[in-house]
């Protein structure tokens, strides 16, 4: 097993942190504060190749895979940006690729791949469902050549700021189906053509940016709309999931990697009773032990990510990598916020909104607890416990 990048891989790090320098600190300060969407380091990202790098070159994409995605996205965090703000549009690409028709493909990859067209909306969570997603109540009922949908979602991110989503919704009622994992559809819906159809209320989050409960009424999407099969649309959804796992474990492992960084920096300058407090064990130690976690952790996320470019099962390699990336960047945080005491609450020096960034990873896009529940069951073959 070769453990150093590729020429390439290398070239992907170089290219993105350019894109990432022309945008500092102060301007995810200024995002993060003022709840506005990034839209200059989007178009740049775009522009740049970077958002289109997992759609295949036949469709104007570079033809990357997700081991690639993952870097990408781990560089923007470890910038100081926020990959939040782009990633949706690489992780649909696991549902999209792989489950969409060729004519979806081949009417949006190509507009997906220049920035002409924004793919950032992954709906999925209800208010009553949560994480139990044969249980959403969106319902897409069939009429002639079209779909007629209502429901709502709620969570759901940066539907202001794109033209296309992915939705997920039931089109056969649970207590009619023989498995609950049936009877669900996905469908890719152009935001730009719903009029009326689809509400949406803005939710303030500790994070700022765009996120959305939507509200569907009587919104029609012709038949083309559905990705795949009727009723196993939730089968696709795990191909965007494992991926989706893969890409956030990436950003994780990127905000983990910039506390460190920073938090190295200032135990190196910061002088207290005349000696450097990273002399000190207290703080050196939850720094080293930190870096252990995501060392370790990045390794298996390139694991699942190697694995799932070769088309082999990866689901448990991906969620074990998301669980662990998230824990060792949050220990980071803390390592970082610790280090610099009081002044980890100044705004100036970025690290409280980080630290909300770490947080949040621990429970989105999916709980640290679900992950466990999924080992246990799944892996070890234990009860399963809920």
């Known amino acids: 097993m070769d453990f150093e990048f590729t020429d390439l891989q290398n070239d992907i790090r170089a290219g993105v942190r350019e894109v990432c320098s022309r945008f500092d600190l102060d301007y995810w300060r200024q995002s993060h504060e003022e ?71 081949r009417k949006y990859l190509p507009q997906i791949a220049d920035g002409s067209l924004r793919l950032q909306t992954f709906a999925v969570t ?41 939705l997920l919704a039931r089109t056969t009622p649970l207590d009619k189906v023989e498995k609950r994992t049936h009877g669900i559809s996905l469908f890719l819906i152009d935001t730009r053509e719903v009029g009326t159809g689809i509400e949406s209320t803005k939710i303030s989050t500790m994070l700022g940016g765009d996120t959305n ?18 009723g196993r649309g939730l089968y696709c959804v795990m191909d965007g999931m494992v991926a989706e796992r893969i890409l956030v474990s990436g950003s994780a492992l990127g905000n983990g990697k910039w506390f460190i960084d920073q ?24 720094i080293a032990q930190a870096y252990m976690e995501l060392q370790a952790a990045e390794a298996l996320m390139y694991k699942a990510a190697t694995k799932f470019d070769n088309k082999l099962q990866a689901g448990a390699e991906a969620n074990m990598a998301k669980y662990l990336c998230s824990e060792a960047a949050y220990h980071a945080a803390e390592a970082c916020m610790q280090t610099h005491g009081g002044y980890a609450a100044a ?37 399963r416990s809920y």
């Open 35 to 105: 709840h506005t969407y990034p839209t200059e380091f989007v178009k740049a990202m775009s522009d740049a190749g970077w958002l289109g790098a997992l759609i295949p070159e036949e469709y104007g994409g570079s033809g990357l895979g997700f081991t690639e995605g993952a870097i990408i996205l781990e560089e923007v965090n470890r910038s100081g940006g926020n990959s939040n703000q782009v990633h949706a549009q690489m992780y649909t690409m696991g549902a999209l690729l792989r489950h969409g028709s060729e004519e979806q493909k």
């Open 126 to 166: 209800e208010p009553d469902a949560g994480t139990d997603t044969t249980k959403i109540k969106t319902f897409a009922e069939k009429k002639g050549d079209r779909y007629i949908i209502n429901g709502q979602k709620i969570f759901i991110s940066r539907f202001n700021n794109t033209d296309l989503m992915l």
């Open 213 to 230: 409960q939507l509200f569907f009424n009587d919104l029609e999407v012709p038949e083309e709309c559905l990705i795949g099969e009727e």
């Open 263 to 286: 938090a190295v920096k200032y135990a190196n300058e910061r002088v207290v009773f005349n000696r450097p407090i990273g002399q000190n064990q207290g703080i050196q130690f939850p």
């Open 347 to 383: 705004n100036e020096y970025h690290i409280n909104r980080k630290w909300m960034q770490a947080r949040m990873m621990k429970i989105a896009p999916i709980s640290s607890n679900l992950i466990l529940s999924h080992v246990g069951q799944h892996v070890l073959k234990m009860p």
